[in-house]
């Protein structure tokens, strides 16, 4: 069974950084594609990035150099840094795996995780 749990999200003023974490079981990280998605209220689900089970890197123009998104492998874990967080970035962060290549839609991905609030103050 394929589990995906997210952590390290919480409220931040403008300006902070916050590291989200999305912690696999049940699949290796390193041999999976894993992306970040974020929904804000009333908005559709949009890319953040992802990295290839290659090691290869992919942002949404929104996040670039801002965002940095890495693994541990022996951790079996992803990472998501935001730092100079704005209070556009307040949304519900998730991350996701997909066997094989980035999807190019959300819908390729395979596992979701349960989703960690991120909340950016003025």
């Known amino acids: 069974q394929v589990q995906l749990v997210e952590s390290g999200g919480g409220l931040v003023q403008a300006g902070g950084s916050l590291r989200l974490s999305c912690a696999a079981s049940g699949i290796i990280v390193r041999r999976t594609a894993m992306g970040w998605y974020r929904q804000a209220p009333g908005k559709q689900r949009e890319l953040v990035g992802a990295i290839a089970s290659g090691g290869t890197l992919t942002y949404a123009d929104f996040a670039k150099g801002r965002i940095t998104i890495s693994r541990d492998n022996a951790k079996n874990t992803a990472y998501l840094q935001m730092n100079s967080l704005k209070p556009e970035a307040t949304a519900v962060y998730y991350c996701?795996?997909?066997?094989?290549?980035?999807?190019?839609?959300?819908?390729?991905?395979?596992?979701w995780g349960q989703g960690t609030q991120v909340t950016v103050s003025s």
């Open positions: 996701a795996a997909a066997r094989g290549k980035i999807p190019q839609r959300s819908g390729g991905y395979d596992y």
